[in-house]
């Protein structure tokens, strides 16, 4: 089972500034079975990015995903007042076949 | 548009069995994946496991077999039940689908189901 670790914990940062969100595999697997999304309080996740780099419908611009090996990278790229939420990462493995999420990174306002 | 709404009791005893439906509606499911995604009270995501419109389950290895999941095409419906439950199962339960086994993630989701586990 591949464990997915997010750094940091809680992130503070003033609108307009930049995001750099990061998650961590156990284990190298195919960028194409990973995915990023955002939870704002009383709601439910809201998918931003599949395929470690492909922005999901009406996402906007400013979010973009990378991946290197077994390290994946969620870029905002100046926030906006509606971006502070919790981020979590997320894999599909095939064997077995499960999906794991990682534990959330906090975006707060500074 | 599709959309995902879950429905069950709120409230379960300890021991028992956690039932859940989702509804789908703007789409059909009979095609992709539908999996049940849960997350205790101020805590992270967990998937529970998923139904392919074809029938074929899996589940996360760390609920052992206490989880069913089923699927009615004819309806629009999947459902989950979770046996012998305690509090660590209290939790939002979500439904989500899976357009393209695990390369697109989780488009839609419902807007989730709290299940508390109580006597």
């Known amino acids: 089972e591949i464990v997915l670790t997010q750094s940091p914990g809680t992130l503070s940062l003033s609108p307009g500034e930049r995001a750099t969100l990061s998650c961590r595999a156990s284990q190298i697997f195919s960028s194409s079975y990973f995915a990023w999304y955002q939870q704002k309080p009383g709601q439910a996740p809201r998918l931003l990015i599949f395929g470690a780099s492909n922005r999901a419908t009406g996402i906007p611009d400013r979010f973009s995903g990378s991946a290197s090996g077994t390290d994946f990278t969620l870029t905002i790229s100046r926030l906006e007042p509606e971006d502070f939420a919790v981020y979590y990462c997320?894999?599909?493995?095939?064997?077995?076949?499960?999906?794991?999420f990682g534990q959330g990174t906090k975006l707060e306002i500074k | 548009q599709v959309q995902l709404q879950e429905s069950g009791p709120g409230l379960v005893q300890p021991s028992g069995t956690l039932s859940l439906t989702c509804t789908v509606s703007?789409?059909?499911?009979?095609?992709?994946?539908w999996s049940w995604i849960r997350q205790p009270p101020g805590k992270g995501l967990e998937w529970i496991g998923y139904?392919?419109?074809?029938?074929?389950?899996d589940h996360n290895p760390s609920l052992k077999s206490r989880v069913a999941i089923s699927i009615d095409t004819s309806n629009n419906q999947f459902s989950l039940k979770l046996t012998s439950v305690t509090a660590a199962d209290t939790a939002m339960y979500y439904c989500?689908?899976?357009?393209?086994?695990?390369?697109?993630?989780?488009?839609?989701w419902g807007q989730g189901a709290l299940v508390t586990v109580s006597s």
């Open positions: 997320q894999q599909y493995g095939t064997s077995p076949p499960m999906y794991t």
């Open positions: 989500a689908r899976d357009p393209y086994s695990g390369a697109a993630g989780f488009d839609y």
């Open positions: 139904i392919h419109y074809s029938g074929r389950t």
């Open positions: 703007g789409g059909s499911t009979s095609s992709y994946h």
